[in-house]
């Protein structure tokens, strides 16, 4: 059974940052697609950032020079390290694993960014 569980949400004040991390188990991680997604209070989730497993990265425009997504092969994490955060970051930040024909989904934490 594949399982992401990730952690690292909480409260920060606006300017704070944060490190996210999810973990996956059930499955071979190095040859896996990763990323981070997002869903604020009555909005879409939308993509924040992907990890390849050839090692390619890329952000959405709203976080391009605050966020960076790493990884670690050995350790079957994924890291999303959050800085200069805005209240308009808060959200449920997702982990998401992907490759032919399996999609995975952690069970989110809470960020929140106070003004």
């Known amino acids: 059974q594949v399982q992401l569980v990730e952690s690292g949400g909480g409260l920060v004040q606006a300017g704070g940052s944060l490190r996210l991390s999810c973990t996956a188990s059930?499955?071979?991680?190095?040859?896996?697609?990763m990323a981070w997604y997002r869903q604020a209070p009555g909005k879409q989730r939308e993509s924040v950032a992907a990890?390849?497993?050839?090692?390619?990265?890329n952000y959405a425009d709203s976080v391009k020079g605050r966020f960076t997504i790493s990884r670690d092969n050995a350790k079957n994490t994924v890291y999303l390290q959050m800085n200069s955060l805005k209240p308009e970051d808060t959200a449920v930040y997702y982990c998401?694993?992907?490759?032919?024909?399996?999609?995975?989904w952690g069970q989110g934490t809470l960020v929140t960014v106070s003004s």
């Open positions: 998401r694993l992907s490759r032919r024909y399996l999609e995975v």
């Open positions: 059930g499955t071979s991680f190095s040859v896996s697609d």
């Open positions: 990890a390849t497993s050839g090692g390619s990265t």
